[in-house]
């Protein structure tokens, strides 16, 4: 969990932080080449185009971020002048798509161009998911170190709880191992001198784990905690199917 949170916490920081940004600036920039075309082809209709006058033209033109700069990248530079790929009049002879992906593969950016703009509500939202996870990484890494310091242990004829307290086996009175197979839970009780009932919670997934290369340190504690138990012990008891003998038929009078 602890690595899940911490994957995604950094995916959505790395898209509220330049990732969205990046994809908007590639936006505009595409829509700069669509603009760029259209004039390219108007200009031909009209009968005024030449490589020297487009080049003039081109070299006095700057991409339109619009009026929110905040939705673009830091570091790019404004005012942008057209990519060196839009004052080509014999590139942009071949249509917008040769251009755009002569300009794509110069800065080994991704052909296909974003389909949207992000927004400034949806930066947002990034951010909302970047501090949402990076807190449930923390509250996860703080319940991680918690339980890494956590001991379970039984000493002669002493247990020694996950919070210290040594309780003698003899004054345990009830063992309940019903979780124990499908949840590795079980859960010791005892009289405490207020007259309540105190409740050891062996959660062996916590203490040792299962795992048969490493010996399956849960069960080696559990069987000798039962080893030492004389008390009532409560799981479900297995179904065992009975036949039934035969019944003879009686001869009829």
Known sequence: MLAMFLFLGGWFFLDASTGYRKENEAF?????????AAMFQQQQQEGLLTDAAWRDFAGKQTVDFGEDLSLIPASATLPMPWPQELHDSALLAKGQVAAWEAFTGRLQWDRKPPEKLHEASSIREQWYFAYGLSALALYTLFILLRTMRRRMSIEGETITTQDGR?????DLTRLDLRKWVTKGLAFAYYPQSSGKEGRIRIDGLTYGGFQKDQ???AEALMRELRAHFTGEVIEYATEETTAEPATEDKPSS
């Open 166 to 170: 040594k309780i003698p086996l003899a």
């Open 215 to 217: 010996g399956e340190p």
């Open 28 to 36: 505009f920039l595409n829509r700069a080449f669509t603009t760029a």
